[in-house]
């Protein structure tokens, strides 16, 4: 029985500067955080000649091509595993399309178990660009490479994405107490949605691509707040780093239709006059999580308790993907 798992994230600062239709023109910028919630990918062999793959829905096959799951079907092409005696298991701490980038931990979870069932020695970046080259090369989703790096490398991580393709990975290392204090000031709720990344990612992708100017704006002005989330934590200013949140939403908001909605806007706002700071929707927008930065969790966390959000508190984690058993 081989088990490995790759951690959801959190985007800190420069979310959708990752894509490809941007950051070829004008090179991305990503500031990002692994949390200890977990994509896990358990792989073992049968005595029955078919390939078993469970995941919302369990489907038998005997060649990898009949797969219907696009990721799991491309993996294990791209691995060339042909022995249909298999069986693959897929399991979620949080439900697929709330915003943490669990497809890239899904992908890079499965790609490691592959990995070891074949004997490979690789990489966190050799994992992590096969990630993206299945999800963005091969099945042409309109999605960045932030969610394949962060499963893959963990931490409080920034990655410099370069027009020609190189992803400069920097890990942040923050001294503890800041650590500590950022940990304690992030609080995260679902707002009871969730929603398709690459639906919402489209516009942008397609706006991007056609140099729509409110766009590439948009997307510079995103950049720059990464640059600057990112000073903020390293010089321990969290009071910045949570207005620098607002001030990201405040823009994301208007970047797109469907970003948001009436009742998002109302829980923003009650988490706002509630000691939050600055906050945002997770990840590509439309639903999934609230995170905020608050220096007040207790009054913010009854707040939003009394509309009926549901808080799920979280640490960082560290050791980005793993094999937990071989």
């Known amino acids: 029985m081989i088990i490995t798992r790759s951690p959801l994230r959190i985007s800190l600062g420069g979310g959708g500067t990752d894509l490809p ?19 896990y990918i358990t792989l073992h062999e049968t005595f029955v000649p078919k390939i078993i793959v469970r995941y919302s829905k369990t489907e038998v096959v005997s060649h990898a091509e009949e797969i219907e799951h696009p990721i799991l079907r491309e993996a294990l092409k791209l691995m060339s595993i042909q022995d249909p005696h298999l069986e693959i298991a897929s399991l979620s701490d949080i439900p697929a399309g709330t915003g943490l980038g669990s497809s890239g931990s899904f992908t890079t979870a499965l790609l490691s178990a592959l990995h070891a069932y074949c004997r490979n020695y690789v990489t966190q970046r050799d994992i992590a660009e096969q990630a993206c080259h299945i999800e963005i090369d091969i099945l042409g989703e309109p999605i960045g490479k932030q969610d394949q790096y962060i499963a893959a490398y963990g931490g409080i991580t920034a990655f410099q994405f370069a027009p020609d393709g190189p992803v400069d990975v920097q890990p942040l290392k923050l001294p503890p107490a800041t650590l500590h204090r950022l940990e304690d000031g992030l609080a995260m709720f679902f707002t009871g949605y969730t929603r398709n990344a690459s639906e919402i990612l489209k516009d942008q992708d397609t706006r991007s691509r056609q140099k729509d100017k409110d766009m590439i704006e948009q997307m510079h002005f995103v950049k720059q707040v990464g640059y600057d989330s990112k000073a903020a934590l390293q010089a321990g200013d969290l009071r910045a ?3 620098l949140m607002h001030r990201h939403w405040e823009r994301k908001r208007a970047r797109t239709a469907g970003m948001s909605n009436g009742e998002i806007d109302r829980y923003y706002e009650r988490a706002r006059a509630n000691g939050a ?17 608050t220096e007040d969790k207790a009054r913010l966390s009854k707040a939003m308790a009394a509309v009926g959000l549901r808080e799920v508190r979280f640490r960082f984690d560290f050791g980005g993907n793993r094999v937990m058993q071989y």
């Open 21 to 39: 239709s941007y950051y070829r023109e004008h090179g991305g910028f990503v500031l990002a955080g692994a949390i200890d919630k977990f994509v």
């Open 241 to 243: 780093f949570g207005e």
């Open 277 to 293: 700071i600055g906050g945002k929707l997770i990840g590509a927008g439309g639903g999934g999580f609230l995170l905020f930065y």
